[in-house]
Structure formats: C-alpha cells, structure tokens
C-alpha cells in the first residue's frame, strides 16, 4: 500500500467530515482541499485551493495540492457549478498523474431534469471521460438533507405534501465508509448505487419528523408540476435493481438527531 497521501475535495463538508478520519485510521496520510489556510491536526495536512475560484490561480493551487498524489476522492459539491470545478480538477488530477480518482455522485443524475442533477451528470462524464482510471459511486440524499427540508417545512402552518415524491434516504456513515472502501481499492469504474433502506413519501418523512418533534401539523398535497413532477412520481431518484443499500433508517436518524 502507498504511504502517498490522498486529496479530499470538500474534506470538511457534511461526508467529508466522516472520510477523512476513516482514511487516517486505515492508515493513509490525508491532504484536504481547503478555501482557507489551517494548520495540520490530528494526522491531516491542508493545501489552499477553491474549485470555484478564478481558474487560473485555481490551476495553479492543485497542481500544488497534487504533488506527490496517488488517489483523490472528489466530495465536493454545491448547488451550483459541479461540472466546472470537476473539469477542473480533472485536468490537474491528469496533469499530476493520478492513479485514481473517486467522484460521488447522486442517484438519478442521468433521470431528473433539474440543473444541479445535469451538473452531477456532466461531472461524472468528466471523470469517466478522463483517460484516468476512475471510481464513480452515485448515491441516493443523505438523512442529514432529508432533515433539513422537513425541519424547514415543518415550520409553516401547514405543510405541503408534494403528492408521489419519494426519498430513499441513506446515513451518511455509511456512504462514508464506502467510499473509504472504494478509494482504498483498484478503481472500479461505475459502482452499483448506493440507497437507504427504506423508500418514504416526502409525506411520510414529514409525518415520523412531527411525531418524533411532538408536534402537530397539517400536511397540505401538492403536485409538483412539469418534467420535474413526472420524473419524480415515476421513481427515477430511486435505486435500481442492483443497488446496494444502507441499514440506518430514518427513525433511526432522527431518534439520534433529536436527542442530540
């Protein structure tokens, strides 16, 4: 096994903050993309970059952060701009060598017509189409965002329903570990998916959030309209035949969370 360290893209994000320390216990030293300057703790070096910056200095700061650099696992994401900072990393991953480099992905990604799943989709495209060799493991929303829609919703008098979307929610640790896993293994290409254990109605995620809360709320259905009602009541965020799938369930997050 190389003692070269590994570069995590968005290392202190809600998945990376789970990767990094599985790394360091598997025994590799790990390199973590960082906006902002920090110092070294606990094992883990940080090198300045932002996927988002101004390309050029952005260039420049990954060639750096990519010295010495066999694996990357790309994590890092937002709503907004998947596919440029992928291309971006790419071409220094390519210019670095890399020997292999781990993207996730979201389940669906080739089936929902919204932009942040298009930019998903261009990403992977990027990753597989770049001459490198490449995991790529899409999975399914973690409960942690699962929680924050329905704690948002929750809070209005009376809370919309959107009538035929379903969730396939799965525990971040596990996704976590993963693509620990994957990273520490030969590169696989596209990997089966990876979903909760349990598909809900957004309804009935709703519902176990109130009723673990003790509260009382009246659910109002709506129909979520257009391309974007058709893909979702047709299932196509949803785990296909061949999926892997997590063990943690929503009752059970959300017991941990609330108590917390």
Same mark, same amino acid.
């Given at each position: 096994?190389?003692?070269?360290? +590994? !570069?995590?893209?968005? %290392?202190?994000?809600?998945?990376?903050?789970?990767?990094?320390? *599985? #790394?360091? /216990? @598997?025994? &590799?030293?790990?390199?973590?993309?960082?906006?902002?300057q920090r110092a070294a703790a606990d094992g883990v070096?940080?090198?300045?970059?932002?996927?988002?910056?101004?390309?050029?200095?952005?260039?420049?700061?990954?060639?750096?952060?990519?010295?010495?650099?066999?694996? +990357? !696992?790309?994590?890092? %994401?937002?709503?907004?701009?998947?596919?440029?900072?992928?291309? *971006? #990393?790419? /071409? @220094?991953? &390519?210019?670095?060598?890399?020997?292999?480099?781990?993207?996730?992905?979201?389940?669906?990604?080739?089936?929902?017509?919204?932009?942040?799943?298009?930019?998903?989709?261009?990403?992977?495209?990027?990753?597989?189409?770049?001459?490198?060799?490449?995991?790529?493991?899409?999975?399914?929303?973690?409960?942690?965002?699962?929680?924050?829609?329905?704690?948002?919703?929750?809070?209005?008098?009376?809370?919309?329903?959107?009538?035929?979307?379903?969730?396939?929610?799965?525990?971040?640790?596990?996704?976590?570990?993963?693509?620990?896993?994957?990273?520490?293994?030969?590169?696989?290409?596209?990997?089966?998916?990876?979903?909760?254990?349990?598909?809900?109605?957004?309804?009935?995620?709703?519902?176990?959030?109130?009723?673990?809360?003790?509260?009382?709320?009246?659910?109002?259905?709506?129909?979520?309209?257009?391309?974007?009602?058709?893909?979702?009541?047709?299932?196509?965020?949803?785990?296909?035949?061949?999926?892997?799938?997590?063990?943690?369930?929503?009752?059970?997050?959300?017991?941990?969370?609330?108590?917390?």
């Amino acid at each position: 096994m190389t003692n070269n360290p +590994v !570069l995590v893209t968005g %290392g202190t994000g809600t998945l990376g903050r789970h990767v990094v320390p *599985l #790394l360091c /216990a @598997a025994g &590799r030293p790990v390199r973590v993309l960082s906006r902002r300057q920090r110092a070294a703790a606990d094992g883990v070096t940080y090198a300045r970059g932002d996927l988002l910056g101004e390309p050029a200095e952005a260039a420049v700061r990954l060639d750096e952060a990519l010295t010495g650099v066999d694996t +990357v !696992l790309h994590l890092a %994401g937002g709503p907004k701009g998947d596919d440029t900072a992928t291309a *971006l #990393l790419v /071409a @220094a991953a &390519r210019r670095a060598g890399v020997r292999h480099l781990v993207y996730i992905s979201v389940i669906g990604a080739d089936r929902i017509p919204l932009g942040y799943f298009r930019a998903k989709l261009a990403a992977e495209e990027a990753v597989a189409g770049s001459g490198l060799p490449y995991t790529v493991l899409r999975a399914a929303q973690f409960h942690d965002l699962a929680f924050t829609v329905v704690e948002k919703m929750a809070k209005l008098p009376v809370v919309p329903a959107p009538g035929g979307v379903r969730w396939q929610p799965v525990d971040v640790r596990e996704v976590a570990a993963r693509m620990v896993e994957l990273a520490l293994d030969e590169p696989a290409g596209a990997v089966p998916d990876l979903a909760g254990p349990t598909v809900y109605e957004m309804r009935e995620l709703t519902r176990r959030y109130l009723e673990a809360r003790g509260r009382g709320r009246r659910q109002l259905p709506v129909r979520v309209p257009g391309k974007v009602g058709r893909a979702y009541r047709a299932g196509e965020n949803l785990a296909r035949p061949g999926a892997e799938h997590g063990r943690r369930t929503w009752e059970e997050y959300l017991a941990q969370r609330l108590a917390a």
